[in-house]
């Protein structure tokens, strides 16, 4: 078995990046792996997601990329039924990410911490900001893979081309080795009755060809997302026969794959 560290980025605030990991989290720990999302946004979206009372920063990740962590990393588990644990955000990451960028080795903070400290689960999930500043440049380099949520929407699609690009050169700067590949493009809140959305999702498979990425099925769009958040689970917890709940097992068969170190479906 391998240890997946699979990052959510987006160029673009709202693409749905916290939805799929906590989506993404659960259908994996359903198929028996253990899941770690630590949330890299200072707006500490997992918890609302995950329906967590906000933490003291010491039992966050600050404590974790702070310079005098021991080890011992703060994991909160949620959901009950199976084996998922959150290492909770704060506000006071944008503080730290400040202070990253003159620190030694600031960009590798997350990923020294990893190495030094390792988390024991089969899948880590981090949960990125929408800005591409220093946490998300921290998240670039701990990964072993990327996933990228696209809206259907021009400036989306532009930004997540943009994106692609920001991941290759930042992995460049950073010598990481090996760079950690895009997984792929998954198209969100897809919604038919749109013409706009029919109409992007036509063109998405030409540009992420254009830019070698392969491009998942659509999740679509349902105000059921909303509501399965307001109650802090997953759609699969809160509407179990939801149609949407399908729409995570394509990905979550080649995280499965490459946990089990077998090669992903192109
Ligand atoms: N498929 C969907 N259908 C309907 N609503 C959705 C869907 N996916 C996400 N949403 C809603 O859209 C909003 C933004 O989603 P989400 O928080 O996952 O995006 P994000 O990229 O993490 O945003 P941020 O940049 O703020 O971190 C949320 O209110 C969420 O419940
Ligand atoms: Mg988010």
């Known amino acids: 078995m391998k240890q997946i560290v699979l990052s959510l980025l987006a160029n673009a605030g709202g693409v749905g990046k916290t939805t799929l990991s906590v989506h993404l989290a659960y259908e994996m720990s359903r198929r028996g792996f253990s899941v770690a999302m630590i949330d890299l946004d200072p707006q500490r979206s997992l918890d609302v997601f995950c329906g967590l009372p906000p933490a003291e920063a010491s039992n966050t990740l600050v404590k974790v990329l702070s310079k005098d962590f021991k080890g011992?990393?703060?994991?909160v588990r949620?959901?009950?039924d199976h084996k998922v644990e959150v290492c909770q955000g704060h506000p006071l990451l944008a503080e730290i990410a400040n202070e990253l960028v003159i620190r030694k080795r600031?960009?590798?903070a997350l990923s020294d911490r990893l190495k030094s400290s390792p988390l024991p689960h089969n899948l880590i999930i981090l949960d990125c900001p929408a800005t591409l500043g220093m946490l998300n440049v921290n998240a670039l380099a701990a990964s072993t893979h990327i996933l990228v949520p696209?809206?259907?929407?021009m400036k989306a699609i532009s930004g997540s081309a943009e994106l692609v690009e920001w991941c290759i050169s930042t992995a460049e700067e950073l010598h990481l080795e090996p760079r950690p590949?895009?997984?792929?493009?998954?198209?969100?809140?897809?919604d038919e009755s749109v013409a706009m959305h029919r109409q992007y999702l036509e063109q998405l498979p030409e540009i992420a060809n254009q830019l070698h990425l392969k491009l998942y099925p659509k999740v679509r769009n349902s105000n059921e997302f909303?509501?399965?958040s307001a109650h802090g689970l997953p759609l699969q917890k809160f509407r179990p026969k939801h149609p949407a709940c399908k729409?995570?097992?394509?990905i979550a068969d080649d995280l499965a794959a490459l946990i089990k170190d077998k090669k992903e479906k192109k």
């Open 78 to 80: 949620v959901w009950q």
């Open 181 to 190: 590949p895009i997984l792929g493009f998954v198209p969100s809140m897809y």
């Open 106 to 108: 600031g960009e590798y």
């Open 72 to 75: 011992n990393w703060s994991l």
């Open 150 to 153: 696209v809206q259907l929407e």
């Open 247 to 250: 729409d995570f097992k394509p």
């Open 226 to 228: 909303k509501n399965a």
